[in-house]
């Protein structure tokens, strides 16, 4: 179940931190989690049509709370990289600030969630599971592959920091790949977490009532419904995250400083291009 409620929570973070161009990520937010939406439940027209026009709603009221503090926070870090106080304790300050948006945005999108499955029928329920039965397992085939794994980061990690600062040094490549070695991301036991989320609401499975409850409530507190050792492993994983972040960002040259300057001033301007749109 996991995988699936979060496709409408995150998606729009998903693709909007994916692609350069922020304003055009968000005005296909709406087509892009439907489209994912679709992939496991197989929508109806009507159905499809509802779901982008709800999302639509939460997504304004995303602008509205959220897009004037990640406009501020932009704009922060570029003020502390001008006054040369980009320190490690600004780093986590701005870094706990974009992981808390994480949890937020969820919250956003409960009623949408709650909504799209009260309007699901058995047949749809029994499409979902076998969809994501076979899509996790292909997540959890992934996983196994370390090799493939790595790369996969590596090549993320490399795509958000250029999109930022430009291309690395070869100091700063040198700490990602340590970080790639020594702190990987828990994807196997991301996938088994959620699976072992799926089956606590397929327990629901014979009452809408009762898969709405569990939907509304997993919104209000996802980690709840986590595994225990899921959470403590991603726990770590955030926190070497940071880590390699701030070493990042505090071992720039000036070259790269100009590049943050610039992608900022950017970004800014697209937030403020979205926050604006009617």
Request: hydrophobic residues 35%.
């Amino acid at each position: 179940m996991k995988k699936m409620t979060l496709v409408l929570s995150v998606g729009l973070l998903v693709l909007s931190t994916g692609c350069s161009r922020l304003d055009i990520a968000f005005r296909w937010a709406d087509t892009y989690i439907a489209s994912k939406v679709d992939d496991y439940f197989d929508l109806s027209s009507k159905q499809s049509k509802d779901l982008k026009k709800d999302i639509q709603k939460d997504l304004n009221g995303i602008k509205t709370a959220m897009l004037p503090n990640w406009i501020d926070r932009l704009q922060g870090i570029q003020k502390d990289v001008e006054a040369a106080q980009l320190n490690e304790e600004q780093v986590a300050i701005y870094f706990t600030g974009f992981m808390n948006d994480v949890d937020q945005i969820t919250s956003h999108f409960s009623t949408t969630a709650v909504d799209f499955i009260a309007s699901t029928n058995p047949n749809q329920i029994e499409y979902f599971k076998k969809s994501f039965a076979k899509k996790n397992q292909e997540d959890l085939e992934k996983a196994q592959n370390v090799t493939k794994l790595r790369k996969e980061y590596r090549d993320k990690y490399e795509e958000w920091f250029e999109m930022f600062l430009g291309s690395l040094t070869k100091e700063q490549r040198q700490l990602m790949e340590d970080n790639l070695v020594a702190s990987p991301f828990p994807a196997e036991l991301k996938a088994k977490n959620k699976d072992y989320v799926f089956q606590k609401f397929f327990e629901h499975k014979g009452s809408i009532d009762e898969m709405k409850a569990f939907v509304r409530e997993y919104y209000t507190n996802p980690e709840k419904y986590d595994m225990p050792e899921y959470r403590q492993a991603f726990a770590q994983y955030q926190k070497d995250l940071q880590k390699l972040v701030t070493q990042i960002l505090t071992s720039m040259t000036d070259k790269q400083k100009a590049a943050l300057k610039d992608s900022i001033n950017e970004k800014t301007a697209q937030l403020r291009s979205i926050a604006m749109r009617s």
